[in-house]
């Protein structure tokens, strides 16, 4: 009976998370910053022009550049979406949403209580959600 309610407290702090950052992505009201622009650029050089990449941007250090990874994995959405910002400000917050869902797995081996504290408090957390709603390569 434990589980059955902790589960459910789970999924309902998942629905909570989703319908409170996924309604302003979908209808457009969300931040899409330099960074974002710049990243979807950067795809669409990839996979509209076929010109991949093996180095990134630069950053804010002269002389030091970000990792290709990023932008490889955002073709995936990119050409799922048609290059909508959208789908890859969405990708971007249930990556982030996906990595309480990895501490969840990791942690509950050692302590169920807090492996369980962290899953919904970061469903449900203002600072989290705020955060998966715009695409920042450094999340």
Same mark, same amino acid.
């Given at each position: 009976?434990?589980?059955?309610?902790?589960?459910?407290?789970?999924?309902?702090?998942?629905?909570?998370?989703?319908? /409170?950052?996924?309604?302003?992505?979908?209808?457009?009201n969300?931040?899409?910053?330099?960074?974002?622009?710049?990243?979807?650029?950067?795809?669409?050089?990839?996979?509209?022009?076929?010109?991949?990449?093996?180095?990134?941007?630069?950053?804010?250090?002269?002389?030091?550049?970000?990792?290709?990874?990023?932008?490889?994995?955002?073709?995936?959405?990119?050409?799922?979406?048609?290059?909508?910002?959208?789908?890859?400000?969405?990708?971007?917050?249930?990556?982030?949403?996906?990595?309480?869902?990895?501490?969840?797995?990791?942690?509950?081996?050692?302590?169920?209580?807090?492996a369980?504290?962290?899953?919904?408090?970061?469903?449900? /957390?203002?600072?989290?959600?705020?955060?998966?709603?715009?695409?920042f390569s450094?999340?």
């Open positions: 009976m434990k589980k059955v309610w902790g589960r459910l407290l789970i999924i309902f702090a998942f629905i909570c998370g989703l319908l /409170s950052f996924v309604p302003p992505i979908l209808t457009g969300y931040f899409f910053t330099f960074d974002g622009a710049r990243d979807l650029i950067w795809v669409k050089n990839q996979v509209d022009f076929l010109k991949p990449s093996l180095i990134g941007p630069w950053g804010s250090i002269t002389g030091v550049f970000f990792g290709p990874l990023w932008f490889w994995i955002l073709t995936i959405p990119y050409i799922l979406g048609g290059g909508d910002p959208r789908i890859i400000t969405l990708f971007s917050g249930l990556l982030i949403f996906s990595t309480g869902i990895i501490a969840y797995y990791l942690l509950k081996k050692h302590l169920f209580s807090l369980f504290f962290t899953l919904v408090l970061g469903f449900t /957390s203002p600072a989290i959600l705020s955060l998966s709603e715009f695409a450094q999340h």
